[in-house]
């Protein structure tokens, strides 16, 4: 990949880890990606649609998920704890959360 190419898939990743965080609707995707482009940001058309969106959320997940999973397989002695929450909302929607906290003098992981 192309050093400008690569940089323009970075801005479309921040872009949709914002969306992720911030939990809007991936159909924002296109309208954040659309007010960077105005203000000089030349990203790639191609890949500006909330389908896309979707595609680099699940990327930086399983990342994430990898780095934490690496760090608590490294961990001597293991210390960590585990606490799991579930709700259903209004829509009948099951939403579940679970949090990890570990302790460790020095962890290795990329962090954002």
Excluded: W
């Amino acid at each position: 990949m192309s050093a400008p190419l690569e940089e323009k898939m970075i801005f479309l990743f921040d872009t949709a880890y914002y969306i992720a965080k911030c939990e809007l609707p991936m159909t924002n995707f296109v309208q954040a990606c659309k007010l960077q482009s105005k203000h000089g940001l030349n990203l790639v058309e191609t890949y500006m649609n909330n389908h896309r969106c979707r595609n680099f959320i699940e990327e930086i997940s399983r990342v994430l998920r990898s780095d934490l999973r690496d760090c608590l397989n490294s961990l001597s002695p293991r210390f960590f704890s585990v606490m799991a929450d579930r709700a259903t909302d209004l829509s009948v929607t099951e939403e579940e959360i679970v949090y990890v906290r570990y302790s460790q003098p020095v962890c290795e992981c990329s962090r954002s």
